[in-house]
């Protein structure tokens, strides 16, 4: 008796059931477990900090061969429920639509490839393993989630040849972009220190807030770069400037401002800061203002290179969409800027309009054209 194939659509809306907002578990990644489980696969629960993943191997460790996946469960705040028309945990079907938080970031992905995974490894058992790696930290600080289980790949001796992550990348239709790398993401917070005195005196105050505004011009005004080859230019963004001075009469002894860089292979963390630290001494020295400055880097800018793994993506995109996919490096940060440390990655998944949104919801047949695209690719890579 032939096994019947697993429902990605079915599976999505049951992981839509599980209230896994970021860090909170809520059953999905159990859910999982149990169906890789009943596959074959080993299950490994790899928590840390109270933060839950899960590591899943199909076939032999250390093989020479082995195609992973990395997704995530944990799904954003639902935000104003009421604002919602459907239940954002019913994992309600209608008008041909899935809808409920997480329908497209990216609880489909998810259950789009374990669905292809379980079919592929149970009919054509393949010489390698296919490694899934799902994590309950990617919408949260994503310090205990992808990371955690790629220290504990690297303490137990578990590798991924190349691995593919599922996060929503087509802008409007099914296959037209995929992502061979991404943006780096710097967060820089300063704090301008002067004297406090009475706005009729400021002879007698060292008012903080001019050379503040002079930084944060100059650095608005800054081009950093006219783009690379498979980048856009990098941007800069003032993101919020603060006082919270109430009096009129008041010069305030201190102001803040915080920006934030997405920059491309040009750059990194380190020369951006440098960069900065330049201007903060410059402004400081015309002014006599002292700077305080706070850096986080949430990820580096990284390239995949054009080669045998998004050829393998693009093909099976093209030949179960019509469509050839763009290269793109395009968007925010990703887990994958964590997983190009361990092996090749690129990322393909669906249309991510919704994602985020209320009422967020993917069209059925997305989905199901997700895992014919995920199935594709297992056979195409152990072929």
């Known amino acids: 008796m ?90 309600e079907i209608k008008d041909g639509k899935l809808w409920g938080r997480g329908a497209t970031d990216m609880k489909s992905g998810v259950a789009a490839f374990a669905a292809a995974a379980v079919d592929f490894v149970t009919q054509t058992p393949p010489d390698g393993a296919v490694i899934m790696t799902i994590t309950g930290d990617e919408e949260g600080d994503a310090t205990d989630g992808t990371i955690a289980l790629l220290d504990w790949m690297d303490a137990n001796n578990e590798a991924m040849s190349a691995c593919l992550v599922g996060e929503p990348t087509c802008p409007n239709t099914m296959g037209e972009m995929m992502k061979i790398g991404r943006r780096g993401s710097l967060t820089a917070y300063f704090t301008a220190k002067g004297t406090q005195g009475h706005a009729a005196y400021p002879h007698r105050a060292l008012n903080p807030l001019p050379a503040l505004a002079r930084l944060i011009d100059r650095l ?35 102001g803040r401002a915080t920006i934030n860089i997405r920059f491309n292979d040009i750059h990194s963390g380190d020369s951006l800061t440098g960069w900065l630290q330049s201007q903060i001494d410059a402004i400081a020295a015309e002014t006599g203002v002292a700077f305080d400055m706070r850096i986080k880097v949430s990820g580096e800018s990284f390239l995949t290179p054009p080669g045998a793994l998004s050829d393998l993506v693009a093909a099976a995109v093209r030949d179960e969409t019509g469509v050839d996919p763009v290269k793109s490096t395009s968007g925010g940060t990703s887990d994958a800027r964590f997983v190009k440390n361990h092996c090749p990655v690129v990322e393909f998944g669906l249309v991510g309009k919704t994602m985020h949104q209320v009422d967020e919801h993917v069209e059925v047949a997305q989905i199901e054209q997700l895992k014919s695209i995920y199935t594709r690719i297992l056979r195409d890579y152990f072929a």
């Not at 209230?19 to 928590?47: I, K, Q």
């Not at 900090?49 to 250390?62: I, P, S």
């Open 2 to 91: 032939e096994t019947p194939l697993t429902d990605p659509v079915a599976l999505t809306a049951d992981l839509i059931r599980c209230p896994s907002v970021t860090p909170v578990e809520g059953g999905a990644l159990v859910l999982l477990e149990r169906l890789l489980g009943d596959a074959g696969f080993d299950c490994t629960r790899v928590d840390r900090n109270g933060t839950a993943n899960l590591f899943a191997r199909w076939g032999a460790k250390g093989h020479a061969r082995s195609f992973g996946f990395n997704g995530h469960t944990d799904v954003v705040p639902v935000g104003d429920e009421g604002a919602w028309t459907v239940g954002p945990f019913s994992g």
């Open 220 to 254: 608005a005004s800054h081009e950093l770069d006219q783009g690379t080859d498979h980048f856009d230019a990098s941007t800069l963004a003032v993101t919020t400037i603060d006082v919270g001075n109430p009096a009129t009469n008041v010069i305030p002894a201190e």
